[in-house]
């Protein structure tokens, strides 16, 4: 199982940005996945989860209304739109197979090196 982040950057308060997640050796398309995120000093926090066929999404409170999360099952990516961004947003942020421990904020079994994102003007 391998994971892939990318998109992140350096983004004023307010503003947007996407991320992207190539994920490989699974089948991707069986699985409901999430985004997860560690901001600096913290542990992990789950932030968004989507179905295995995107009919379904579920986000944690902080980034409700703000964030969308999506798939492209073909393309075995993963995707997280972020907007309105703000400073508490900053994070390194990854994606993961979905699963309790993972809602939970523990340490996801199989993660890529994430992808940074920091919110500052």
């Known amino acids: 199982v391998q994971f892939a982040e990318s998109g992140g950057g350096l983004v004023q308060p307010g503003g947007s940005v996407s991320l992207s997640c190539a994920a490989s050796g699974f089948r991707f398309g069986g699985y409901q996945m999430s985004w997860v995120r560690q901001a600096p000093g913290k542990g992990f926090e789950w932030v968004a989860a989507?179905?295995?066929?995107?009919?379904?999404?579920w986000y944690a409170n902080s980034v409700k209304g703000r964030f969308t999360i999506a798939r492209d099952n073909a393309k075995n990516t993963l995707y997280l739109h972020m907007n309105n961004l703000k400073p508490e947003d900053t994070a390194v942020y990854y994606c993961a197979q979905d699963g309790p421990a993972v809602r939970a904020g523990q340490l996801p079994a199989y993660r890529g090196q994430g992808t940074q994102v920091t919110v500052s003007s």
């Open positions: 989507i179905g295995s066929d995107a009919t379904d999404t």
